[in-house]
């Protein structure tokens, strides 16, 4: 059965670092493409960043420069690293696995999510 | 940067009802057009995908359809269970993906 299972949320200030993790079963993450996908209190979703198999990265705008995306094989998890934060990155964080069948790309696998909340 | 814009924003409907929500992308994104159905306090859920490609275990009164630039999701025959909010994703420009604001169905 795939499963996502992240962890890493919590309070921290404005301007500090917090690391998620996402663990996966089931699956490979080193044979799929991750994502990072956000969700701020009462509103829609972002999507964040995504890892490709190949290693390749890409990040939301909003992000970019202060989020990095990585994995460890042998663990099969995927890390956020969040440097940097700024209040508008409280939400929810969600792990998505992106299942790709020719040119179609779907998130077909989706964590629990962990709460970040950036406060002082 | 594609923009995502749905309609309605909230939906009211009875048990039995059709509902259709519509999904516009701001240029043409072919086919790559996919739905979700969120709960409170869960994640996103699935439903189709490419379009009008069912994701397995969903329940056949979910059907999508559309290209270019606009698309729709028809849930048929309503049921309790249909709550929820309802988010469309396009997949034309990866590796950047974008989501709609949300619909919101509430069962009268």
């Known amino acids: 059965e795939v499963q996502l299972v992240e962890a890493g949320g919590g309070l921290v200030q404005p301007g500090g670092s917090l690391r998620l993790s996402c663990v996966a079963s089931?699956?490979?993450?080193?044979?799929?493409?991750m994502n990072w996908v956000r969700q701020a209190p009462g509103k829609g979703l972002e999507w964040v960043s995504v890892?490709?198999?190949?290693?390749?990265?890409y990040y939301a705008d909003s992000v970019n420069g202060r989020f990095t995306i990585s994995r460890d094989n042998a663990k099969n998890t995927v890390y956020l690293q969040m440097n940097s934060l700024r209040a508008e990155d409280t939400a929810v964080y969600y792990c998505?696995?992106?299942?790709?069948?020719?040119?179609?790309?779907?998130?077909?696998?989706w964590g629990p999510g962990t709460l970040v909340t950036v406060s002082s | 940067d594609i923009q995502m814009t749905q309609s309605p924003s909230s939906r009211s409907a009875s048990v039995g009802d059709r509902v259709i929500i519509t999904c516009r992308a701001s240029?043409?994104?072919?086919?790559?057009l996919n739905w979700y159905q969120q709960k409170p306090g869960k994640p996103p859920k699935l439903l189709i995908y490419?379009?009008?490609n069912l994701h397995s275990g969903v329940p056949s009164r979910f059907s999508g359809s559309g290209s270019g630039t606009d698309f729709t999701l028809t849930i048929s025959n309503l049921q309790p269970e249909d709550f929820g909010t309802y988010y469309c994703?396009?997949?034309?420009?990866?590796?950047?993906?974008?989501f709609g604001q949300g619909t919101k169905v509430d069962i009268k």
């Open positions: 890892l490709y198999d190949d290693g390749f990265t």
């Open positions: 490419a379009s009008s």
């Open positions: 998505a696995r992106d299942t790709r069948d020719g040119y179609k790309s779907y998130f077909d696998s």
């Open positions: 089931g699956f490979s993450v080193r044979n799929n493409y």
């Open positions: 994703q396009q997949s034309y420009s990866t590796p950047v993906y974008t």
């Open positions: 240029q043409s994104i072919n086919t790559f």
